[in-house]
């Protein structure tokens, strides 16, 4: 199956712009989702689609995708947003997962 | 509202079974299908696979076929995942989600399986 490639890790300032990517092969085909995860609890999935956020979702949180790369940009980070973030797609064999990419907000 | 209830934790011996159940509520069952998903301590979301709730059509991902066994029984609104032979490395929290299209919607809160002698 293909790989979905993530920054381990970034930071952001509190208020400020971070860009969290995800770079694979299938995303040529597919769209990314976006699922972010706090410490001891479930995934929530906060983007899907091309642009589509689930209800109860800030609008802060949009997607984008361009060639072999999706997008999660996080526009005037909160001190709520700190967590892991993972992207998904599907694939040859299914669905993967991205590496994960840890947001620390400052 | 919409939900997805999971069995508890278990602690399995190296080589037995694990099944973990994932009942559903507040939506039509048979409408959506359901992803298992695991984590590892420490480590990241691992897709495992996929099931039709209406019919029991199934996607594995490669590493898991012939270990893995997801069935559906709709009377209950409920999924099962049978994972066989298991290893410590099995050790893990396992997450059902319910799938729409290419995306998971509604998690259930997990259930850990501990894999030790």
């Known amino acids: 199956s293909s790989e979905l490639t993530q920054d381990p890790a970034v930071s952001v300032a509190l208020g400020q712009t971070v860009r969290i990517t995800c770079q694979g092969d299938s995303l040529r085909s597919y769209y990314a989702s976006w699922y972010q995860q706090k410490p001891g609890q479930a995934p929530k999935l906060v983007i899907y689609g091309k642009n589509n956020r689930p209800s109860g979702i800030p609008d802060r949180f949009s997607g984008s995708s361009s060639g072999n790369t999706g997008s999660l940009t996080i526009t005037g980070a909160q001190a709520e947003d700190e967590a892991d973030y993972f992207c998904n797609s599907r694939d040859s064999g299914g669905y993967v997962f991205g590496t994960g990419t840890k947001v620390t907000v400052l | 509202q919409v939900q997805l209830v999971q069995s508890g934790a278990e602690v399995k011996k190296p080589g037995a079974s694990v099944k973990v159940s994932c009942r559903a509520s507040g939506y039509t069952f048979t409408t959506y299908g359901i992803t298992w998903v695991r984590q590892a301590p420490g480590q990241g979301l691992e897709w495992m696979g996929w099931i039709n709730s209406y019919n029991g059509n199934t996607k594995y991902t490669q590493k898991f076929q012939g270990r893995v066994t997801m069935t559906t029984d709709t009377s209950t609104s409920t999924v099962y995942m049978e994972l066989r032979s298991l290893r410590s490395d099995d050790t893990a929290v396992y997450y059902c989600?319910?799938?729409?299209?290419?995306?998971?919607?509604?998690w259930g809160k997990g259930t850990t399986v501990t894999v030790s002698s």
């Open positions: 989600a319910r799938s729409v299209e290419d995306y998971m919607d509604v």
